[in-house]
C-alpha cells in the first residue's frame, strides 16, 4: 500500500537584474532560473504560479498530501507587460532530501515544445510580444519510490527574471542582492533592502533620499494596513513630525512607507515603542 505523504514544494521565486554595471537577484529555497536576453529598453516581467484545481486556475497552494507516483499540478507562468523579448530558463534543484534521490528534470510535466534545451538552459523559441505569457511547465511528477523517508521533505523552484523596472523586483521578489562590479554590495529580504535604501539601490532607483537638511532624528517605517493605527499614535506619543508618505506594493499586498523626524531625546522612547509592536522600520539620519 503507498503511504501518504505530505511534501513541500516550495513556492515560485522570482528576481531581476538592473542596470548595465549592476544586477539584482531575488531567490527562494530552490532553484528555477529565467532570464530575460534583451538588456535595454523597457522590460517588465511578471511572474505568478498557479494550480488547476476542479478544472479551473487558482493560485498555487502549499503544503499538499500527496502518494508516491502522484502528479501534482504546479504552473509557473511567466508573461511579459512591454517589449518583446526573449526568454532561457536553468532548472537545478535543491532540498533537504539528505542523499536520497531528489526531483530533476523527468518530473517535470506540461512543457510546450517552445522550449528546447541546450547545455545547462531551456530556451523560448518563441519570442514574447506584450501581453504574451508562456509557461515553464503545467505539473510535477512524484517519484513512485518516495515513500515514508520522504515525509515532510522540501522541494521546490525558484524563478529568476531579469528586468529593468525596480517595481517588478518588489512585486514578484522575496529576497534580493545587488552586485556591483562582480561583488554582491547588498543582500536581504526585498522589504528590509528597499527600507535600508543602501547607495547600491539608490542608483538603480535613480532617486536620493537625503535627509541632512532635516532637523532632529530621521526614520522610516513600512507599514501594512492593519498597523496604520500607530501613525497617529507616534504623531501625538512621540511629538514625530511626517515628512514624507509613500505607498508601496510588495508581491500584490499594500503597504505604506512613511517618513518621520523627532527629536534626539525622544529616539530611545521611539525604538522601544516599533520594536514592541514589532514594526519593520529603519534609521534613516540620526544626530550624533
Keep these: 500500500m503507498k503511504r501518504v505523504l505530505k511534501v513541500l514544494l516550495a513556492g515560485?521565486?522570482?528576481?531581476?537584474?538592473?542596470?548595465?554595471?549592476?544586477?539584482?537577484?531575488?531567490?527562494?529555497?530552490?532553484?528555477?532560473?529565467?532570464?530575460?536576453?534583451?538588456?535595454t529598453g523597457d522590460i517588465n516581467i511578471s511572474l505568478k504560479e498557479l494550480e488547476k484545481k476542479n478544472g479551473r486556475e487558482i493560485v498555487y497552494q502549499d503544503n499538499k498530501t500527496i502518494l508516491p507516483g502522484d502528479k501534482i499540478s504546479k504552473i509557473p507562468r511567466i508573461t511579459?507587460?512591454?517589449?518583446?523579448?526573449?526568454?532561457?530558463?536553468?532548472?537545478?534543484?535543491?532540498d533537504n532530501l539528505e542523499n536520497r534521490k531528489g526531483l530533476d528534470d523527468s518530473n517535470l510535466t506540461g512543457m510546450?515544445?517552445?522550449?528546447?534545451?541546450?547545455?545547462?538552459?531551456?530556451?523560448?523559441?518563441?519570442?514574447?510580444?506584450?501581453?504574451d505569457s508562456i509557461d515553464v511547465f503545467t505539473g510535477i511528477s512524484v517519484p513512485e519510490e518516495w515513500e515514508q523517508p520522504y515525509?515532510?521533505?522540501?522541494?521546490?523552484?525558484?524563478?529568476?527574471?531579469?528586468?529593468?523596472q525596480m517595481e517588478v523586483v518588489r512585486q514578484i521578489c522575496d529576497t534580493i542582492s545587488i552586485?556591483?562590479?562582480?561583488?554582491?554590495?547588498?543582500?536581504?529580504?526585498v522589504k528590509e533592502i528597499f527600507l535600508k535604501k543602501p547607495q547600491a539601490l539608490l542608483g538603480l532607483l535613480g532617486k536620493d533620499y537625503s535627509y541632512a537638511e532635516i532637523p532632529g532624528i530621521v526614520f522610516t517605517l513600512l507599514l501594512s494596513r492593519s498597523e496604520m493605527n500607530v501613525i497617529p499614535e507616534i504623531c501625538n506619543r512621540f511629538d514625530a513630525k511626517i515628512i514624507t508618505t509613500e505607498n508601496r506594493e510588495y508581491?500584490?499586498?499594500?503597504?505604506?512607507?512613511?517618513?518621520?523626524?523627532?527629536?534626539?531625546?525622544?529616539?530611545?522612547?521611539?525604538?522601544?515603542?516599533?520594536?514592541?509592536?514589532?514594526?519593520?522600520?529603519?534609521?534613516?539620519?540620526?544626530?550624533?
Design 12 to 39: 515560485m521565486f522570482a528576481a531581476g537584474s538592473i542596470a548595465v554595471c549592476a544586477v539584482a537577484y531575488g531567490k527562494f529555497s530552490d532553484s528555477v532560473t529565467v532570464t530575460n536576453h534583451i538588456s
Design 80 to 94: 511579459n507587460q512591454s517589449e518583446p523579448c526573449w526568454i532561457r530558463v536553468k532548472i537545478t534543484y535543491t
Design 112 to 131: 510546450s515544445k517552445y522550449w528546447i534545451k541546450k547545455g545547462k538552459y531551456f530556451y523560448c523559441t518563441r519570442k514574447l510580444e506584450q501581453g
Design 151 to 164: 515525509q515532510e521533505k522540501k522541494l521546490g523552484i525558484t524563478i529568476v527574471v531579469v528586468t529593468h
Design 179 to 189: 552586485l556591483e562590479n562582480g561583488k554582491i554590495s547588498a543582500s536581504g529580504n
Design 251 to 288: 508581491k500584490e499586498e499594500n503597504y505604506t512607507e512613511i517618513t518621520y523626524s523627532i527629536l534626539p531625546e525622544k529616539y530611545t522612547d521611539v525604538k522601544i515603542f516599533l520594536d514592541e509592536h514589532k514594526i519593520m522600520w529603519n534609521l534613516d539620519k540620526e544626530v550624533k
